[in-house]
C-alpha cells in the first residue's frame, strides 16, 4: 500500500544486484512511494546481476561505479543529478564483500591485504561516497542517507569474520560524518542494523543458516525479512523522521536486546553434544573447522 511518502523525491541506490537483495526490495518500495532514483553497482555486478533490468522496469539508468574509486562516485553523482533533473534527496549504501571470507580466511590468520579490501568496500566506500556528495553539494536539506549494517559491529558473532570490524567503522563514520553533514546542511546519515537476511552476500557467511534459525529463536519478533527492511528504509527517507541523525537503529525483531530465549534454551535443551558426526558431548569448537 503506497502513502507517497516520497513523492518528487530523487534518490541513490547503491547494491541492488537481483531481487534477493535488500537494495532491489528498497528500490522497489521507493517507487512505490512516489521517488525517482538511479542504480549503481561495479561493472562486474551490472554485468552478472539484473541490475539493468531493474533500471528499466522503473524506467531509469543503472550508472556503472566502484564506490572505492572516487572519481567513478564523482562521475555517479553528478549523472544522477542530470539524470533526476536535481539534487539527490536519499542514498542507500548497501555494499559489503570480504575477500577473507570467500576465501575461508580465520579471523586470526587474515590476509591483510584482503582485510584492506574488506574495510574500504564495506565501510570506506560509505565515507568516499558522503565525501563527494558534500563537495558537490549534491543532497537537498533535510536529505537522508542510510548505510546498511549488522550487530557483529557490537558484538561477536562466530564465522562474521573480519565483517564485523567493516560494520563497526562503517557505523563510526555515520556518526563523524553525520555531525558534520547535519550541522551544514541538515542531512541526516544513519545505519540500519538488519536481521541475518538471506542475500547472496549474507549467505557467504560461514554457519549462515544456523545463524539464521538462532536468531529467529532468539528474536520476539522474529527476524525482519528484506522486505521489511525496505519498509524501514523508506521511512527513514520520508520527512517523518527529520531529526533522527547519527544513529544505529537496530532492526532485528529484538534480537539485540535479548540474552536468552525460550526458543533458543528449549533448543539448546534438546542436545548439548557436538553437532558434527562424532556425537560427543564437546565444544564444536575444538574440531577447529572455521
Known amino acids: 500500500m503506497s502513502h507517497q511518502l516520497l513523492k518528487g523525491k530523487r534518490g541513490i541506490i547503491f547494491g541492488a544486484l537481483n531481487t534477493e537483495s535488500i537494495a532491489w526490495k528498497v528500490a522497489e518500495r521507493a517507487h512505490e512511494e512516489g521517488a525517482t532514483f538511479t542504480l549503481t553497482n561495479t561493472a562486474v555486478a551490472l554485468r552478472m546481476g539484473d541490475t539493468a533490468k531493474l533500471a528499466e522496469k522503473f524506467n531509469t539508468i543503472a550508472i556503472e561505479a566502484d564506490a572505492t574509486n ?9 549523472k544522477s543529478m542530470d539524470h533526476l533533473g536535481g539534487k539527490i534527496d536519499f542514498v542507500l549504501h548497501s555494499i559489503g564483500m570480504s575477500p577473507n ?15 584492506e579490501k574488506t574495510l574500504d568496500i564495506s565501510a570506506v566506500s560509505f565515507h568516499k561516497v558522503l565525501q ?15 548505510a546498511l549494517s549488522y550487530v557483529a559491529a557490537q558484538r561477536t558473532f562466530y564465522g562474521y569474520n573480519d565483517m564485523a570490524d567493516a560494520k563497526a567503522l562503517l ?8 555531525y558534520i553533514y547535519g550541522r551544514e546542511r541538515r542531512v541526516r546519515i544513519n545505519t540500519i542494523s538488519q536481521s541475518p537476511t538471506i542475500t547472496t552476500a549474507g549467505s557467504g ?3 549462515f543458516d ?5 536468531a529467529d529463536r532468539m528474536s520476539p519478533l522474529g527476524n525482519a525479512s528484506g522486505d521489511e527492511c525496505a519498509d524501514y528504509c ?13 544513529q544505529n537503529l537496530f532492526h532485528d525483531g529484538g534480537f539485540s536486546s535479548m540474552g536468552m530465549s525460550l526458543k533458543a534454551l528449549t533448543q539448546y535443551e534438546k542436545g548439548l553434544g557436538c553437532d ?11 574440531h577447529r573447522y572455521d
Open 205 to 207: 557467511v560461514k554457519g
Open 234 to 246: 523508506i521511512t527513514l527517507f520520508s520527512d517523518l523522521t527529520k531529526k533522527v541523525t547519527m
Open 276 to 286: 558434527c558426526e562424532c556425537g560427543d558431548a564437546h565444544d564444536p569448537e575444538d
Open 101 to 115: 571470507v570467500r576465501k575461508g580466511r580465520h579471523y586470526s590468520d587474515l590476509d591483510y591485504n584482503m582485510l
Open 171 to 178: 557505523e563510526s563514520i555515520a556518526r563523524s560524518f553525520g
Open 210 to 214: 544456523r545463524l539464521l534459525d538462532f
Open 132 to 146: 563527494v556528495a558534500r563537495k558537490l553539494d549534491a543532497i537537498n536539506e533535510w536529505g537522508s542517507v542510510v
Open 70 to 78: 572516487v572519481q567513478d562516485l564523482e562521475n555517479l553523482v553528478v
